[in-house]
């Protein structure tokens, strides 16, 4: 059998964090938030390497895009979990290597607000004030936004996975694009994984 895949996660050492178009360009295309808004370090997921840059997902509108970083400005790190969410069979599968450390039903979009697919990551985690509040207890903020929503709640219409109080609607097509799952199984990945996850959003 193959080695299971290895993801390598890019801590930003810097804040802000320039961001290039291409390795070499005379100046930065964008810069990134460190510490992002909610307190927590910038992670980048590694798509590429190549001397002296990687390239990597950006937590940033449009979905998927990807940028050049200095690797002067960030330290590496690997692990090997991963995360699947099947839309059409409201399906959540989260991996350690090849082994299945959590697999739940979850609710995810309406069709008015519905999750976008998509390759993303956790790039930020929060340990919520209100436990029994419709956020439950812990929410991993991903990579990605909603396509419909450019705000809600006060932030900028991020996706996602975070527990719920309304433990019925999991297993449908509830949410205004995150993805609800049950608070033991939040609570659960919240004593296991890193930031810097990848989440592949399937339909």
């Not at 930065?28 to 390497?49: C, D, F, I, K, Y």
């Not at 609710?107 to 607000?113: C, K, L, P, R, S």
């Not at 919520?128 to 809600?152: H, N, R």
Request: hydrophobic share 35%; charged share 15%.
């Amino acid at each position: 059998m193959a080695p299971p895949p290895v993801s390598v996660v890019a801590q930003a050492a810097v804040g802000p964090l320039p961001v290039y178009a291409e390795p070499g360009a005379p100046a930065p295309e964008t810069t990134l938030q460190n510490p992002r808004p909610l307190g927590g370090p910038l992670v980048l997921l590694v798509a590429a390497q190549r001397p002296g840059w990687i390239d990597a997902l950006l937590p940033i509108r449009p979905n998927g895009t990807t940028g050049w970083v200095p690797d002067a400005d960030v330290t590496l790190s690997e692990h090997d979990f991963r995360i699947v969410v099947q839309l059409s069979a409201h399906m959540i599968t989260v991996y350690q290597g090849y082994a299945i450390i959590d697999q739940e039903p979850v609710g995810v979009g309406t069709d008015d607000t519905p999750t976008p697919g998509g390759e993303y990551y956790t790039e930020d985690f929060v340990k919520l004030t209100d436990p029994g509040g419709p956020y439950g207890p812990y929410a991993y903020g991903l990579s990605g936004y909603s396509d419909v929503l450019m705000s809600f709640g006060g932030g900028p219409g991020q996706l996602a996975i975070h527990g719920t109080d309304d433990p019925a609607g999991i297993g449908h097509d509830v949410s205004h694009g995150c993805i609800r799952m049950s608070n033991a199984g939040i609570t659960k990945l919240a004593g296991i994984l890193p930031i810097g996850v990848p989440v592949e959003v399937e339909a």
